[in-house]
C-alpha cells in the first residue's frame, strides 16, 4: 500500500510539510545545541575569571578581602570612554573604551597581542608596563599612530606598545564598540579622567578551586542579595558573557519563533493532506472491510506506513536541518570568537520525534475512523459516532504537539504564546467559520437581499459541507496568521532595528561638560558653525522609593525593569517640553516652584508608574521627592538628547550636575571636534556613526539568519495553503460537473466558483489578520520587550491575501473542469 500510494502521489505532500518542519526545528536546536557546548566551554574566558563583582562604583574591599582569605586570586578592571589624542604635527583625536587592569589579568583564558598591525599575535604574558598602553589597530588607524608613539590619554601622553588582537572578555555594551585602550590600573589616577559624572564599570575577577570559588559566590550573593546592595551585579561561570548572551537570546528567540511557526504550518498541511487522503481511500477501506479485514488490521496497517513515513521524513529534515545550521552559522557565528564544537545527537532525536508527533498527530485521527464503523456504513459514507474519535485523537495530538512546542522553544514563555495562539486559533476560527456561513447562507436566502446565482449557491454550499468548509477556512486562515505573523515580525521588530540615522539627525554627543565650561563649549561650538547646540543639564540620582515604599528590584518581574531600578538614572530639569516629546496621560508642568516628575512612557510601564504616584530619588546623599504630573512619549529615533525623568528647575537645579549636547556634525568637520577636545581633555564625544554601524552589522547577522529561516516558512505556508484548497478539490469538481450536467453555462458555474473563493479567502484572512495582531502584541510585549501599535491596514491586507490565494489556488485546481466534458468530470469526481 505505502509503495502504491507514494507512486501515485499521495504522500507527496505530506513528507514535504513533515521535512520542512523538521529542517526547520532542527537547524535551529543543532545552532542553539552547539552555541550552548560553546557558551559552557569557553565561560571562564569569556568573563576571564571563574565569577565576576560587577559594579558601577568602586567594588567593596570586604569582597576581595574574602576571597584572598579563600585562598583565591583577584584582579581588577576599571572600563570607561575616553578620548583619546594623537600627539604628532596633525593632530586627532578619537573616542576609546579605556580598560584599566590590574597585575593577574586576565585570570582565565589569555589575551593576544601582537608586536605591531598585521604582525603574528601571540598571548600577553603581563599587562601593560606604567606610562605604556596596547591598543586596537582601528585606534591606530583612527589617529595615524605608530608602534612606540605617544598618545594623550587625559592629562598624561603615554606610549603605545602593542596592538590588542584578541579579547574575549570584551563586553557588547556600549561603550566597548569603541576601540580598545588598555593601560596599567596604576596609570590612572594620573590621567585625571575619572571624576564626578564619571560613567566607570568596575570589576573585580575572582578564580580558583570550584569549591572555593562556590563558598566566595555564596558570601558574594549573601552580601548582595540579601544586603540589597545598590548598583551591584554579580557574573558567574553561567552566565558566560551576558552582555552577548543577551543578544544571542534576542536572535534565538526570533529564530525560535519562526521555526516554531514553521512547524505549526506543516502541522495544518500534514492534517489537510491526511484528510484528503482519508476521503480519496474511503473506497479502497469500505472494500478491504467487506473483505473481512479487521480493525486491527487496518489501524496496524496505517500505523506502520505513517511511522515508517515520519522516520524517513524525520531523517531527511533532520539532515537538511544540519545543513541549514551551517547556513545560520555563517551569519551569527561572528557574535562570539569562539571555536563551536560539534552539537549533539538531541537535536537530530528531537527532529525525528517532532516527525513522529506530527504523523501520528494531524495524519493518524482522519483514519481512525475507517477502521471502526462497520463495513455498511463506510461504503454509505455514513460516519456515525466514529467521528467522534477522530476529533478525541486531535485533541491528543494537538496537546502532545504544543507540549512538543514548548520544549523545542526552551522557554515556556514563547512557546506558551505561540502553542496557545495555535490552538486558540483553531477553535475560534472554526467557531468563527461555522457561525459565519450559517449566516451568510441564511443572509442571501433571504428576499432582502439581491445575491446572485453564484453567491447564493455558493454558500449554500459552503454551509451544506459546513464541517470540510469549516476545516478549510481554518487551516487557510491559520497558514495566512502564521504568514502575517512572521512579516509583522520582520516589518515591524526587525525593521525598527534596522532605521539608520535620519541625514540631519545629531551624530555627536559632547558629555561631561562642567557647569564652569558651559559658556566655553557654547561660544567654541558657535564659532565653529555649530550653532544652536543646546546643553541640557544631567544630575544623576537613585530611585529608591514608589508611594512611599522602598524599591526592590526583586519586586519587578521583568528583567530591564529589575536592571534600570538597580542603577542610577539621569535627571534632567526644564520647563519647556522638549519638541520630539508629546504628553500621552496628564499635564506639562510648565513653569512652577514645585517640585513635579515627567516621566517616558516606556520606562512608566515597566516599574507600573501613572499620574498621581510620588517617586522619591537619592541624589548625592539628598532626597528628592515628587509626584508624577505627566507621561511623556519620546521618539528615540530622533537621536536628540532625551531624558527618562523631567523635573522643573526649581527641584534640581541646586544639586551638582553635568551637562550634554548633541548636534549633527558633517564628516568634514571632525577637526572641529579635535579642536575642543584638546582645549577640554575631561569632555568625551561620542561619534555615534560607527557605533551604530557596529550595531548594525551584528543586527544583520541576526536578520539575515531569520530570512534565511523565513524560506522554511514560506515554503510551508504555499503547502498549508495548497493543502487547504486541495482538500475539497474532489467536492468541487463533482459539484461543478453536476451543475453543467444539469444545463448550468460556463459562465454561471464560474460565478460560483468565484463566489466560493472569495467568500473561503475574505473570512480566511480577516480572521488571520485579527490573530496575527493579537498573537504578535503579546509577543511584542512579553517576549522581545517591543510595544507594538495596531496597524490598521492589516485587515485589508489579510482579506486581500486571504482572496488572492484562494482565488489562485481555487483557479489552478479547477481550472481544467469548465474545459471538459461533464460526464468525464463525473467520472474523475
Known amino acids: 500500500m505505502t509503495a502504491r500510494d507514494w507512486r501515485a502521489g499521495e504522500l507527496t505532500m505530506l513528507l514535504l510539510a513533515l521535512v520542512l518542519a523538521v529542517a526547520a526545528l532542527s537547524s535551529v536546536g543543532f545552532l542553539g545545541d552547539r552555541l550552548h557546548q560553546g557558551l559552557e566551554r569557553d565561560a571562564r574566558r569569556m568573563i576571564a575569571a571563574d565569577f565576576v563583582v560587577r559594579a558601577d562604583h568602586p567594588v567593596d574591599p570586604q569582597f576581595a578581602a574574602e576571597a584572598h582569605a579563600l585562598g583565591l586570586r ?17 593632530p586627532a583625536s578619537r573616542l576609546a573604551a579605556v580598560k584599566a587592569v590590574s597585575p593577574g589579568y586576565p585570570l582565565r583564558g589569555a589575551l593576544r597581542i601582537a608586536p605591531a598591525p598585521g604582525a603574528a599575535d601571540h598571548p600577553a604574558t603581563s ?105 551591584v551585579a554579580l557574573e558567574s561561570l553561567q552566565d558566560g558573557q551576558p552582555q552577548v548572551r543577551q543578544t544571542l537570546d534576542r536572535a534565538g528567540h526570533f529564530l525560535t519563533l519562526v521555526s516554531l511557526l514553521t512547524a505549526l504550518l506543516a502541522a495544518v498541511a500534514i492534517a489537510m493532506a491526511a484528510h484528503r487522503y482519508m476521503r480519496r481511500h474511503l473506497d479502497g477501506c469500505a472494500a478491504m472491510r467487506c473483505l473481512g479485514v479487521s480493525q486491527a488490521a487496518l489501524r496496524a496497517l496505517f500505523t506502520l506506513e505513517f511511522v515508517g513515513l515520519g522516520v524517513i521524513g524525520g531523517l531527511l529534515g533532520v539532515a537538511l536541518g544540519y545543513l541549514g545550521h551551517l547556513a545560520l552559522l555563517t551569519w551569527l557565528g561572528g557574535l562570539i570568537d569562539v571555536v563551536l564544537p560539534q552539537p549533539t545527537l538531541w537535536p537530530a532525536l528531537e527532529g525525528v520525534a517532532v516527525g513522529l508527533v506530527l504523523l501520528l498527530g494531524f495524519a493518524l485521527p482522519p483514519l481512525l475512523p475507517l477502521t471502526r464503523v462497520p463495513p455498511v456504513r463506510v461504503l454509505r459514507r455514513e460516519w456515525g459516532e466514529a467521528g467522534r474519535t477522530a476529533w478525541a485523537a486531535y485533541g491528543f495530538g494537538i496537546v502532545l504537539f504544543a507540549g512538543l512546542l514548548m ?48 453567491w447564493r449557491y455558493a454558500l449554500a454550499s459552503l454551509e451544506r459541507r459546513s464541517s470540510t468548509s469549516a476545516l478549510q477556512i481554518t487551516a487557510l486562515g491559520i497558514g495566512l496568521m502564521c504568514l502575517l505573523l512572521i512579516a509583522m515580525t520582520r516589518n515591524d521588530l526587525v525593521q525598527g532595528w534596522r532605521k539608520s540615522t535620519p541625514p540631519d539627525a545629531p ?254 479567502g475574505a473570512l480566511a484572512g480577516l480572521m488571520a489578520a485579527l490573530g496575527a495582531q493579537v498573537v504578535g502584541s503579546m509577543l511584542a510585549t512579553h517576549v522581545f520587550q517591543f510595544y507594538l501599535d495596531f496597524d490598521p491596514w492589516l485587515l485589508p491586507a489579510g482579506v486581500a491575501a486571504g482572496i488572492a ?17 461533464a460526464l468525464q468530470s463525473l467520472r474523475d469526481a
Open 127 to 231: 599587562i601593560p608596563a606604567p606610562g605604556t598602553v596596547w591598543v586596537d589597530q582601528a585606534l591606530l588607524d583612527a589617529l595615524k599612530l605608530k608602534i612606540g608613539e605617544a598618545v594623550k590619554v587625559g592629562n598624561r601622553n603615554f606610549t603605545v606598545g602593542a596592538v590588542i588582537t584578541r579579547e574575549l572578555d570584551r563586553g557588547f555594551s556600549f561603550v566597548n564598540f569603541s576601540p580598545r585602550l588598555m593601560l596599567n590600573a596604576a596609570d590612572v589616577p594620573s590621567t585625571g579622567l575619572i571624576t564626578y559624572g564619571s560613567r566607570v564599570t568596575y570589576r573585580l575577577l575572582v578564580a580558583g578551586s570550584d569549591n572555593a570559588v562556590a563558598r566566595f559566590a555564596q558570601f558574594a550573593h549573601d552580601r548582595v542579595d540579601g544586603g540589597k546592595m545598590r548598583g
Open 805 to 821: 490565494c484562494a482565488g489562485v489556488g481555487g483557479w489552478l485546481s479547477l481550472r481544467h473542469v469548465l474545459a471538459r466534458p
Open 507 to 760: 551624530n555627536e554627543f559632547i558629555i561631561d561638560i562642567q557647569p564652569d565650561q558651559r559658556g566655553a563649549v557654547t561660544q567654541y561650538l558657535d564659532t565653529h558653525g555649530i550653532a544652536g547646540a543646546a546643553l541640557s543639564p544631567m544630575v544623576r540620582g537613585r530611585l529608591v522609593a514608589i508611594n512611599g515604599k522602598p524599591v526592590d528590584p526583586d519586586s519587578f518581574k521583568g528583567e530591564d525593569a529589575r536592571r534600570l531600578v538597580d542603577r542610577e538614572f539621569n535627571l534632567s530639569y526644564t520647563t519647556q517640553l522638549p519638541d520630539d516629546n508629546r504628553v500621552a496621560a496628564g499635564s506639562w508642568f510648565g513653569e512652577t516652584t514645585k517640585p513635579q516628575i515627567s516621566i517616558e512612557q516606556g520606562l512608566a510601564k515597566l516599574i507600573n508608574v501613572k499620574p498621581g504616584d510620588v517617586l522619591r530619588f537619592d541624589v548625592t546623599g539628598l532626597t528628592v521627592e515628587a509626584p508624577v504630573t505627566s507621561v511623556r512619549k519620546l521618539d528615540w529615533g530622533s537621536f536628540k538628547v532625551n531624558f527618562f525623568v523631567l523635573m522643573p528647575p526649581a527641584a534640581l537645579q541646586d544639586f551638582p550636575a553635568t551637562f550634554i549636547t548633541s548636534f549633527h556634525l558633517p564628516s568634514d568637520q571632525q577637526s572641529t571636534i579635535d579642536g575642543l577636545i584638546a582645549a577640554y581633555p575631561n569632555l568625551t564625544a561620542i561619534d555615534t556613526g560607527p557605533i551604530l554601524a557596529q550595531v548594525q552589522r551584528v543586527l544583520q547577522q541576526v536578520i539575515g539568519a531569520v530570512q534565511f529561516l523565513f524560506a522554511f516558512t514560506l515554503a510551508a505556508g504555499v503547502l498549508v495553503l495548497y493543502a487547504a484548497l486541495a482538500g475539497t478539490r474532489d467536492e468541487r469538481m463533482r459539484e461543478s460537473a453536476l451543475l453543467r450536467a444539469l444545463g448550468a453555462s460556463h459562465r454561471q458555474v464560474r460565478a460560483v466558483q468565484v463566489a466560493e473563493f472569495v467568500a473561503v
Open 407 to 454: 520544549l523545542a522553544a526552551g522557554e515556556l514563555k514563547l512557546g506558551g504564546i505561540v502553542a496557545g495562539g495555535f490552538a486558540g486559533g483553531l477553535l475560534v476560527f472554526a467557531c468563527i467559520a461555522r457561525l459565519a456561513l450559517w449566516g451568510a447562507a441564511r443572509a442571501v436566502r433571504s428576499e432582502r437581499v439581491n445575491a446572485g446565482i453564484g
Open 74 to 90: 583577584t584582579a581588577t578592571t576599571a572600563i570607561f570612554p575616553s578620548m583619546i589624542n594623537s600627539t604628532g604635527a596633525q
